[in-house]
């Protein structure tokens, strides 16, 4: 069973800041959020990852509710190359855990 | 980030013929593994390249029909073989560094007549 939900799909206007839902609410102490990308016809493209503290990159932002149940990847300005299925993924780091994918969000972004 | 090369990118083949996919990677990875996107549908994963060892398949894959080989710390092959058009996929190869970081190749997409 995947241990993620997230909706199917979404939309977001160009420049505007896409915000992509995911809950995990049997996710255990030791197991990271990870945001992985897949757009059309290439391999997926790792984004961010956290624990429990809110993370920034250079792509995007994670956003990790208090009792860890649920998190949200913000894109701030979303550009049409954002289109893409976004993945949410909550796996043990740093072992052998696997990475196991659900069916991620396909996000459209619109001009 | 990792430079990942597949070969072949792209194939068409007879059913009942096998192909043999190659991953190449710029640098020694601490884990490989293969994963397997049939049409429409998200990334499964098929198993988990070991050096020096045998692979450790998920459930529904088996060696027979996906035999892995992982020669050093930088190459992996997945061989399809007895293939049917059921089979027609892209399959990726992926690679987890030390750094606990995972990256993904581009795909091999495969055609199953």
């Known amino acids: 069973d995947a241990k993620t939900t997230q909706p199917p799909s979404m939309d977001c206007a160009e420049g505007r800041a896409a915000n992509l839902p995911c809950n995990h609410s049997t996710i255990s102490g030791n197991e990271y959020v990870y945001w992985y990308r897949q757009i059309h016809s290439q391999g997926p493209q790792y984004i961010i990852h956290?624990?429990?503290n809110n993370e920034t990159n250079e792509m995007a932002s994670l956003i990790i509710t208090e009792d860890r149940k649920s998190s949200t990847l913000i894109l701030p300005h979303a550009t049409l190359r954002d289109t893409a299925v976004y993945y949410c993924?909550?796996?043990?780091?740093?072992?052998?855990?696997?990475?196991?994918f659900g069916t991620g969000t396909r996000l459209q972004v619109f001009p | 980030s990792a430079v990942i090369s597949q070969k072949p990118s792209r194939d068409i083949c007879q059913r009942g013929t096998s192909l043999t996919i190659q991953c190449q990677v710029d640098s020694q990875v601490t884990m490989m593994f293969w994963y397997r996107q049939q049409p429409g549908q998200s990334l499964t994963l098929i198993a988990t390249a070991n050096q020096g060892s045998e692979a450790t398949y998920e459930s529904g894959f088996v060696i027979d029909k996906f035999p892995i080989s992982r020669p050093n710390l930088t190459f992996s092959t997945l061989t399809v073989s007895n293939m049917s058009p059921e089979d027609s996929s892209i399959y990726l190869c992926?690679?987890?560094?030390?750094?606990?970081?995972?990256?993904f190749g581009p795909g091999t997409r495969l055609t199953v007549l």
């Open positions: 992926s690679v987890r560094y030390s750094t606990d970081t995972q990256y």
């Open positions: 956290g624990l429990k």
């Open positions: 993924i909550v796996r043990v780091a740093y072992n052998t855990d696997k990475l196991i």
